[in-house]
């Protein structure tokens, strides 16, 4: 599948995510400054489509030291293929995060 439709590019990156309303973890499979897609895993299943999650993950600095924590509050817009994983939209994210996810997108592209 192509993905000339989407609004925002998206890069291929694992970055661990966590739900800030139970803790649990996961990977995400890509990131945009619109959204992620978050791959399912035992601890952070399948939320169900309109489902709002507030995330937390960390982009990458230039060394260990310098990673950049971000807060966003999401909602699950699609499964993916057989129901594994699932497509999040980024609802409510401060200009700050918003820049910095811009900046990592556009730094691997």
């Given amino acids: 599948m192509t993905a000339e439709w989407r609004v925002h590019p998206r890069l291929e990156f694992g970055i ?3 739900n800030k309303n139970n803790n649990k973890t996961s990977m995400m499979k890509d990131i945009s400054v619109g959204g992620c897609f978050i791959d399912e895993s035992e601890e952070f299943g399948l ?3 309109n489902t709002r999650v507030p995330l937390v993950f960390e982009i990458p600095g230039e060394d260990e030291y310098e990673d950049i924590y971000i807060e966003v509050d999401g909602m699950v817009v699609h499964h993916g293929k057989g129901g594994k994983g699932m497509g999040i939209n980024f609802v409510m994210m401060g200009s700050d995060a918003a820049n910095v996810i811009n900046e990592f997108v556009k730094s691997y592209l």
């Fill in 16 to 18: 661990k995510v966590m």
């Fill in 47 to 49: 939320l169900p489509i």
